[in-house]
């Protein structure tokens, strides 16, 4: 038998996708499953999406691999959304189209993390991105951060984080798990501390930035001195309710995209033709189906804080971004029910799954193990029985 690879051996099972198949195994066993798992939009692509891809496929011209980087009226189309809602100049050469922003994050990491170096992540994370700096022998550097702190880091801790060894930070605004959003003035305070240490570039992953409830979302990349050391990674899956479509982007000095498009065309050369053709579209046709979306995830948002009130120990703030509640949950470890003890979070997560047959995500994978996450990406009736059950579930613990 093959022994799997000591890189492959670092990493471990997305949090997310084991619990979404988990949910898909009770179900077909003809459970009633309500999934808070996967961090998918619940809408459809808009129409002008659907119906760009169409013509693409009905003019034939498409049938035939793409530019590595991506076609050349995409990444100019990149680079008008970018100026449009980000005050950001780029040129197509800082632009490389992937297969989804997942990809676009590991093809930085493996064009650029050498064995030793150090990632700050401030945590709760993303699970994708140690995992991926763990496959190229990065060392990830963990930011602990609190229910009470808004669940961001500071200046302050940033600044202790940084030794000769710091690659890269990386940092989602607005976050996932925990909905957090970056302000002005807290990224102008992290941008003073890397101004003292040059040697640290920023990815900075924005693919929920259609989805900010309180502000205008802000990049570091739009700080002078941040711009030539600032990897933006975006994509369509959020935004646009386009997570099929699988379509990232990054956009960076030119020399970083043109490492990340060395290391892309060895290992899928450029991404589908037709979902590139309808990603111009969805960049420069309205954005009317995004606000309506944002505007939903909004009001779900609210309900669901409500609902989470009244289920006593959960503690959580209201997220301003995203579409995840991130709750402390610490409460119900050492309780039971039916010789079954909450030990840990991946536990009450199963006990969530089992006893109320609804699907959520412990907090383990995203570095925090105290929490457990939902995303309230589903229906406003989905959601209002899935916390019902969970509040029932929970009474039963004791």
């Given at each position: 038998m093959l022994q799997t690879s000591i890189a492959l051996n670092r990493v471990t099972e997305s949090a997310t996708i084991?619990?979404?198949?988990?949910?898909?195994?009770?179900?077909?066993?003809?459970?009633?499953?309500?999934?808070?798992?996967?961090?998918?939009?619940?809408?459809?692509?808009?129409?002008?999406?659907?119906?760009?891809?169409?013509?693409?496929?009905?003019t034939g011209k498409y049938d035939s691999y793409s530019p590595v980087p991506g076609y050349m009226d995409l990444r100019e189309a990149v680079c008008a959304k970018l100026q449009r809602d980000n005050n950001l100049a780029y040129k197509p050469e800082n632009i490389v189209i992937s297969t989804g922003a997942k990809q676009s994050l590991f093809n930085v990491f493996a064009s650029f993390v050498n064995p030793g170096d150090e990632v700050i992540i401030p945590a709760p994370f993303w699970v994708s991105y140690p995992e991926q700096i763990k496959y190229c022998d990065g060392i990830p550097v963990y930011i602990n951060t609190s229910?009470?702190?808004?669940?961001?880091?500071?200046?302050?801790?940033?600044?202790?984080?940084?030794?000769?060894?710091?690659?890269?930070?990386?940092?989602?605004?607005?976050?996932?798990?925990?909905?957090?959003?970056?302000?002005?003035?807290?990224?102008?305070?992290?941008?003073?501390?890397?101004?003292?240490?040059?040697?640290?570039?920023?990815?900075?992953?924005?693919?929920?930035?259609?989805?900010?409830?309180?502000?205008?979302?802000?990049?570091?990349?739009?700080?002078?001195?941040?711009?030539?050391?600032?990897?933006?990674?975006?994509?369509?899956?959020?935004?646009?309710?386009?997570t099929g479509w699988r379509i990232g982007y990054i956009a960076a000095p030119a020399y970083i995209a043109k490492a990340c498009d060395k290391f892309q065309?060895?290992?899928?050369?450029?991404?589908?033709?037709?979902?590139?053709?309808?990603?111009?579209?969805?960049?420069?046709?309205?954005?009317e189906p995004t606000y309506k979306?944002?505007?939903?995830?909004?009001?779900?948002?609210?309900?669901?804080?409500?609902?989470?009130?009244?289920?006593?120990?959960?503690?959580?703030?209201?997220?301003?971004?995203?579409?995840?509640?991130?709750?402390?949950?610490?409460y119900y470890f050492g309780k039971s029910v039916n010789g079954q003890t909450i030990g840990n979070a991946e536990d009450f997560a199963m006990f969530l799954l089992n006893e109320a047959h609804v699907a959520a995500v412990s907090g383990d994978g995203f570095g925090a193990p105290d929490c457990i996450r939902f995303s309230y990406a589903a229906s406003e009736e989905n959601l209002k029985e899935a916390f019902r059950r969970i509040?029932?579930?929970?009474?039963?613990?004791v």
């Open positions: 084991k619990m979404a198949q988990l949910s898909r195994e009770l179900a077909a066993k003809g459970v009633k499953v309500i999934s808070l798992s996967l961090g998918e939009p619940d809408f459809s692509s808009p129409d002008h999406i659907h119906q760009a891809a169409i013509d693409a496929i009905n229910v009470e702190s808004g669940f961001k880091m500071t200046a302050d801790q940033l600044e202790a984080a940084i030794t000769p060894k710091t690659k890269f930070l990386v940092y989602s605004s607005p976050c996932n798990p925990t909905g957090a959003v970056y302000t002005r003035d807290e990224l102008a305070s992290f941008v003073a501390v890397l101004e003292k240490h040059p040697h640290v570039h920023v990815v900075s992953d924005e693919i929920y930035e259609f989805l900010n409830y309180e502000g205008k979302h802000v990049s570091i990349a739009e700080f002078p001195s941040m711009k030539d050391r600032t990897i933006v990674v975006n994509g369509q899956a959020k935004g646009f309710a386009m065309g060895q290992v899928t050369s450029g991404t589908n033709s037709v979902a590139q053709r309808a990603t111009i579209a969805a960049l420069l046709g309205s954005l979306m944002r505007e939903a995830f909004k009001q779900r948002r609210n309900m669901v804080f409500e609902l989470m009130k009244d289920i006593p120990g959960f503690k959580c703030g209201l997220p301003t971004g995203a579409f995840y509640l991130f709750p402390d949950i610490s509040k029932e579930a929970c009474a039963r613990l």
